[in-house]
């Protein structure tokens, strides 16, 4: 079955540093991928679309310079989260379908990553 | 009022048990309900789809829709410990994954 892998599963940094979480479909072209963050016992809560070669699509309230998100090849996107601070310490996983994300495409979800900032 | 209510539990169960998990909702708009199950520390996956009203049922596996009630339900029959893990309502009213409300999370916990 298809694979989305993360990587790093678990990230610490300090404060002030960026970081950066890669999601890649392993063995499909991923046309539309999505990012989640999910705290301790709270909902998952998507941040942003990302269609491969346009940008993202933001969820209201999701700082867009702060969550910077780059879907360059239709098998890797990234976030990178800039100038981190502890209340971005998070638990954030990516998802990606073959098609443009309707129920009709199968999302495949990665492991997550945890992060951590001190 | 939360669009989407779930009880976290902890829900314990013994093994063989059936159990019951349930979601209710605000929003009449919603017509795609979903299940997904997370282990810890993992991706969630899709359990169960149901569009509208009704009842689905796969294998162990069977969700009810109540629209009238706005109240979603998830029953697994048998359960077994590698059903332990946290289980994730999440709806629409349109059929976009960008478009999902999801709940908190109920953590069923099955003991041998």
């Known amino acids: 079955g298809a694979v989305v892998s993360q990587h790093p599963s678990r990230v610490i940094c300090k404060s002030g540093t960026s970081v950066k979480i890669e999601c890649r479909s392993l063995?499909?072209?991923?046309?539309?991928m999505f990012w989640y963050r999910q705290f301790p016992k709270q909902s998952l809560m998507l941040m942003a679309t990302?269609?491969?070669?346009?940008?993202?699509?933001?969820e209201q309230g999701v700082e867009k310079d702060k969550f910077l998100i780059n879907h360059a090849s239709l098998t890797l996107s990234t976030l990178t989260v800039t100038s981190a601070h502890p209340e971005d310490s998070s638990f954030y996983i990516c998802?990606?379908?073959?098609?443009?994300?309707?129920?009709?495409?199968?999302?495949?979800f990665g492991p997550g990553t945890r992060l951590t900032v001190l | 009022q939360k669009e989407v209510e779930q009880d976290p539990g902890p829900l314990s169960v013994p093994e063989g048990a059936i159990v019951s998990l349930n979601c209710t909702y605000s929003n009449s708009a919603f017509q795609y309900f979903m299940w997904y199950r997370q282990y810890s520390r993992k991706g969630p996956e899709l359990l169960m789809y149901t569009y509208s009203s009704g009842n689905k049922e796969d294998g162990r596996f069977t969700a009810q829709v109540d629209k009238s009630s706005k109240y979603i339900s998830l029953f697994i029959r048998d359960s077994q410990p590698s059903d332990s893990a946290t289980y994730l309502c999440?709806?629409?009213?349109?059929?976009?994954?960008?478009?999902?409300?999801f709940g908190k999370g109920t953590m069923l916990l099955v003991s041998p």
């Open positions: 999440a709806m629409s009213a349109n059929s976009g994954y960008s478009t999902l409300t």
């Open positions: 063995d499909f072209q991923a046309t539309t």
């Open positions: 990302s269609n491969e070669g346009s940008k993202a699509t933001y």
């Open positions: 998802s990606a379908t073959l098609g443009p994300g309707t129920f009709t495409d199968t999302q495949y």
